[in-house]
């Protein structure tokens, strides 16, 4: 019998203690894509690797590889991958032999086409299992195969290709997991359908480079040095790169559906900056506990702008598009090759702290590494070369995890000398005396304590082994998954036609691609060089911001993005002459999701905003409680006043829950507000009022038709919405029109209608409110971005 006879011959040459051990139970490792290139490069070779690993566990095992090739070709394709598999150098040559003899005894082809095929697989299986005795421990389904084809292989295999109740099922994923937030949510849901959360392991295969699967062990093996200083008061910035000196040549018709960030960014680095940020779990070991951190990680991240990020594109890249894709000479793609990001965490721990994240093709070397520099305060009179590098406080102080390639040509650990020696796990890594004449980033190798793998291990090595173990916080989970796409697609959506830097290739790009940060953005260093430049991708976004009249007052236009910018300037030049001229800054702001993003806007990029010396008040509130997410107060503190330093009793939030009642009219609430105003603001006139308007035509809390708040002496009204919560409390037109400044903002083809009709309609406030927004001595200014003006 093929496993008996397998297992007696591994026992000849020593690898088993004893037959009985193994038959502990029996394990079917199914690879679809057998015969494709991402099998041929690195999964068989991972695969007997885990045989050779794992020979002696107890348990036996059965290869089958999968694709749609029909038998005959598909089976010499195959077994021409297994002959080339090599063992590693530490291996003895006669063990390697008899291993290897035997994993291409147990591997067999399959072709698996149609919903028979699957079942043929079942029986076959189960058959071989029967015939031996042996008890089914569990089965791996490793789809290497365009994730198109996900859905049909999953629907065959749950129906009939599962292994028999108390055998585990683990079926791996290769990336890539949707092309944006919707298109993962659709495919997750699908596969959902199919296999719990459990089985689905979705491979990111960065997250078996040693060099990254040891962040999260060395954070928690030196907490006690690390404590201290993993922190916004100590690091000055972390860098994650990936470049590689390839370009896309073959690979176009990925990459145009891609590009950089999707392939690279989204996941392998972002995955990386998740083990450097998370807080570390109680117990490293327990993949919910570093699986719920890494979750919390991502949610504390900020949401990233257009100006976030910097993108180019090698020269050559449109000609092999055109090229390999049949497309037409004047076809310009707007796909990155190069892309920069900042990325920034509201976590206490990282506030300020700029994380940079960068990868791109055709670049000046193959290197990759996660890069966290600290900040120094030293300075040091005598000179440096006198120095003892682990004492001197004015050398750089960094530790890199050395993901591969480059200089140092090995997965590695870097700390600086002048930190501290860190604590390695004997048996997996060794120290190396460091060659004073290599330098990385600026420094000889003897400045650094250095760390190197005592065995280096293939990434996919790495990730089958953590799958025949079922250790998931390798993997990506649906949660995580979906958790980095709602932060990564809103870049992807504002990038879409942005212009590329176009940049030569390799060494020549000199200093083309050197970026810096600015106020809380990212722009390139160097302006680009006329010869690159094409006149025929400028965008719309591309051009200055147009001035012009909207009822009479000023407007100002442009794309959405520009315009806020626009706008948060104008507030901080007005915030800065006021507090000038009379110390102290008065704010109303309206609430409803157009502010959101001015307000994120603001928290982010305008520092020099007085803040210490701004009073913030409320437009309008509906009638709920503050901490409720339909508040105003609650959306203006999560996106504003939690990020700056504005005094808490400069914060007037508006008094609609009183006596545990929400705006009951006899616990004068209004009154509360109106005195408030009159008591803090002179003459009751805001220096700044912030408006909206509605499809309807309505302002603040001001409906078409209200019988209050539209005219008359009240201040501070309450009134009813048309749509819920429909109480509101607001303040009147009478007292908006007494401010030295309003300022509406009106966004979104949603809004074009309305904007249409004011543009057209005089004074009449009691059909649209907003027609009656006119200050009596002060400056009225309408920011309405393109989509609202044009439709």
């Known amino acids: 019998k093929m496993l008996r006879r397998v297992l007696c011959t591994v026992l000849f040459v020593g690898a088993l203690p004893s037959l ?29 690797q885990l045989y050779l690993d794992q020979v002696s566990s107890g348990h036996s095992f059965t290869f089958h590889g999968a694709a749609l090739k029909a038998l005959e070709p598909g089976q010499m394709l195959m077994f021409d991958v297994l002959k080339k598999l090599s063992c590693p150098p530490d291996e003895s040559p006669n063990r390697c032999a008899v291993l290897k003899d035997q994993f291409l005894k147990l591997s067999q082809y399959h072709q698996l086409k149609t919903a028979e095929n699957y079942t043929m697989l079942n029986r076959e299986i189960e058959t071989l299992l029967r015939q031996e005795g042996l008890q089914e421990a569990g089965r791996i389904f490793y789809f290497s195969v365009p994730p198109f084809a996900y859905t049909e292989i999953a629907r065959h295999i ?32 699908e596969l959902r359908s199919f296999f719990r959360e459990e089985e689905m392991y979705r491979v ?67 995955e990386a900056l998740m083990f450097l940020t998370m807080e570390l779990p109680a117990n490293v070991s327990r993949a919910e506990e570093v699986l719920q951190c890494k979750l919390q990680a991502f949610q504390s991240l900020w949401g ?72 120094n305060r030293a300075y040091c009179t005598q000179s440096e070369t006198l120095r003892d590098a682990g004492h001197s406080q004015c ?51 003897s400045d650094y304590h250095v760390y190197v793998p005592v065995k280096e291990r293939d990434a996919y090595s790495v990730l089958i082994s953590n799958i025949y173990h079922g250790r998931k916080d390798f993997f990506i989970t649906t949660e995580n998954l979906l958790a980095s796409w709602a932060f990564w697609t809103p870049l992807l959506n504002s990038i879409s036609s942005q212009p590329l830097r176009l940049y030569p290739g390799g060494v020549e790009n000199q200093h083309l691609l050197d970026f810096e940060m600015v106020s809380g953005e990212v722009a390139f260093t160097m302006a680009e060089p006329l ?53 102290q800054f008065h704010l109303a702001l309206s609430g409803g999701s157009s502010p959101v993003v001015l307000f994120q806007r603001l928290a982010r990029h305008h520092y020099a905003f007085p803040w210490k010396h701004t009073h913030i008040w409320l437009v309008d509130e509906r009638c709920v409680p503050l901490t409720d997410t339909e508040s105003n107060f609650f959306t203006l503190h999560n996106h504003l006043l939690q990020s700056v330093r504005v005094p808490y009793f400069n914060v007037h939030p508006m008094p609609v829950h009183l006596n545990q009642r929400l705006c009951v009219e006899e616990d004068r609430g209004t009154e509360l507000y109106a005195k408030e105003i009159m008591a803090l603001v002179a003459n009751a006139s805001f220096d700044l009022v912030l408006l909206g308007v ?79 927004v006119s200050p009596s001595s002060g400056q009225l200014v309408w920011y309405v971005d393109y989509e609202a003006l044009l439709g």
């Open 694 to 772: 509605g499809t309807d035509g309505h302002t603040a809390s001001l409906f078409p038709h209200s019988e209050d708040g539209l005219e008359g002496a009240q201040t501070v009204v309450l009134t009813e919405s048309p749509v819920k919560p429909h109480q509101r409390m607001s303040l009147s037109l009478p007292l908006i029109n007494k401010a030295r400044r309003v300022f509406v903002l009106v966004l979104g083809k949603g809004k074009h209608d309305i904007t249409t009709l004011l543009s057209r309609v005089g004074h009449e406030p009691r059909k649209w409110p907003a027609s009656g």
């Open 204 to 270: 990111d295969h960065y997250l078996g480079k040693q060099a990254v699967a040891h962040i999260l062990p060395f954070r928690d093996q030196n907490r006690q040095f690390l404590d201290p200083i993993w922190n916004r008061h100590h690091v000055e910035r972390v860098e994650v790169v990936l470049k590689e000196t390839v370009d896309a040549k073959g690979r176009t018709s990925f990459y145009e559906q891609y590009g950089v960030i999707r392939d690279v960014l989204q996941n392998h680095l972002t």
């Open 20 to 48: 009985a051990e193994a038959s502990q139970g029996h394990i079917s490792v199914v690879l679809l894509g057998a015969t494709g290139d991402l099998a041929r490069k690195y999964l068989w070779q991972g695969l007997f």
């Open 531 to 583: 010869e690159l430049l094409n006149p025929t991708r400028l965008m719309p976004s591309d051009f200055r911001t147009i001035q012009s009249k909207f009822r009479q007052s000023p407007l100002v236009s442009a794309w959405s993005e520009d315009l806020i910018s626009q706008l948060a300037s104008d507030m901080e030049k007005a915030a800065s002459r006021t507090v000038a001229r009379s110390g």
């Open 158 to 189: 749950n129906s009939s290709c599962r292994p028999p109740p108390g055998a585990w099922l683990r079926v791996v994923l290769e990336k890539p997991f949707g092309h944006d937030l919707q298109s993962a949510q659709q495919l997750a849901a």
């Open 395 to 445: 050398k750089a102080k960094q530790i890199i995890f050395y993901i591969g390639h480059g200089a140092l040509n090995t997965p590695a650990v870097l700390v600086s000398r002048n930190l501290f020696r860190p604590i390695m796990p004997e048996g997996s890594w060794r120290e190396e005396v460091g060659q004073s004449d290599l330098l990385i980033f600026g420094q000889p190798l």
């Open 304 to 375: 990233l702008e257009k100006n976030s990020a910097v993108l180019g594109q090698y020269q050559a890249y449109a000609s092999q598009v055109q090229e390999e894709l049949q497309k037409a000479q004047d076809y310009i793609s707007t796909t990155p090759t190069f892309a920069g990001v900042l990325v920034h965490s509201g976590s206490l721990r990282w506030e300020g702290v700029p994380f940079l994240l960068t990868s791109g093709k055709a670049l000046d070397e193959r290197v990759g590494y996660v890069r966290v520099l600290f900040k």
